[in-house]
């Protein structure tokens, strides 16, 4: 399954309206004077308790200061989500080498016990979503050639996964070695010359959505998470008791005005409990994806929104934050991207997810009017550097939105230790 800002999930106004229907069978006479009575009185029973109750510590990399390689990334947050889908269910690894057969055990405890989130940047790179136009890429075509990254480790098997941990410590040297984002460098300047001289890949890779742009000034969070480890992403169904059950409370029991959308329930009946269904919700899921971005945001005094029809965080009628995810088996990839300092001229290139560089803001844009604003007010601006400010708060937000435990590192080798 693959999400992006360009789509919008289908509201779930049907499938809410049949949460309280009672079955077609029941037949219910309706007293003036008599109430149903609230929900939370009665008596809850959980089948899927046990999942609403989970939630994983999420592993927070902080390398948000690193201009890291596009492919680099995608291989490391491929092979995770592969890692994840394969090794959630496998314990029989037939390895003879004690050695490996330990690293691949520890491995698959740290996948059982973490999921993961890397916040970064990129060095300049446009990417190809599986709805994306060749076309949507404005370069002159005898400056770029597509390069295919979607279909790699398609077919994912233990020894696979453990060839990869053994150059772990190159991945981290490649990491270790990138760039350090420096707002004063003139990096489209520097892409430009650079693609006159040879030609530069455009990457196809496998989430949503049309093409898009990554790069020096936008902050990258990639997820790779067990959707299903997070009580936010359920919806809660109640489930209707007998069609004997009847219990007519006192009228200022009633909270709620429409009394016949709940279950009648015998107040007399000990054995009488709801059932509550606990259903996994793509849509809740998307929502608290951008509701990350918007509590970022409001740690900034900024007001965001979205959109019915589109996926993605808005400041008035522009863009700030785009989002597009690969989900597999509940198991994410992919991410969101916030504008924070991104020069424009990048977004001249394409159509990113069908809008030109016009629809576009970043953080620094609608500061820098604020700031303005404050000193006409004599305001003192704050002198911390926007890009610590964000990840901090964009760390706060992951956790408060998943209501998780957060580990923060900033060396790759906590995955495999």
Known sequence: MVICGAQKIKNEKELSNSVHAPPKSIKRKIIKKAYISVIKALNYKSRNKRKAQLANQICIFDLSEKLVNYKLAFELQNFLHQSKIILQKENNFNLTNQSELNKLKNFKKNLERYDFCFILQHTPCYTLGSSADPNDILLEKKN????????????????????????YQDLKDEIDMCEIYDEKKYYFENFVENTNKKKIPIYRINRGGKATFHGPGQLVLYFIFNLKNYSSNYRYKNILPGKDSYYYAKKKDLKLKKYNEYPLSNKNDVNNNIDVDLTFDLHKTINNFQKVGMETMNKFKIITHTKDDSIGVFYNEKKLISIGLKIRKYISMHGMSLNFNINKNFLKY??????????????????????????NRNEIASQTPLIKKLTLNSV??????????????????DIFA
């Open 350 to 375: 394409l159509l990113s997810c069908g809008m030109d560089h016009s629809n576009y803001t970043s953080v620094h844009e609608i500061c820098e009017k604020q700031k303005s604003d404050n000193l």
């Open 396 to 413: 706060q937000s992951v956790k408060s939105i998943f209501n998780a435990k957060i580990k923060i590192s900033n060396d790759i080798l």
């Open 144 to 167: 770029y050639y597509i390069e295919e990254l979607g279909e790699v480790y398609n077919n994912f098997d233990p020894k696979s996964i453990l060839s990869f941990i053994r150059k």
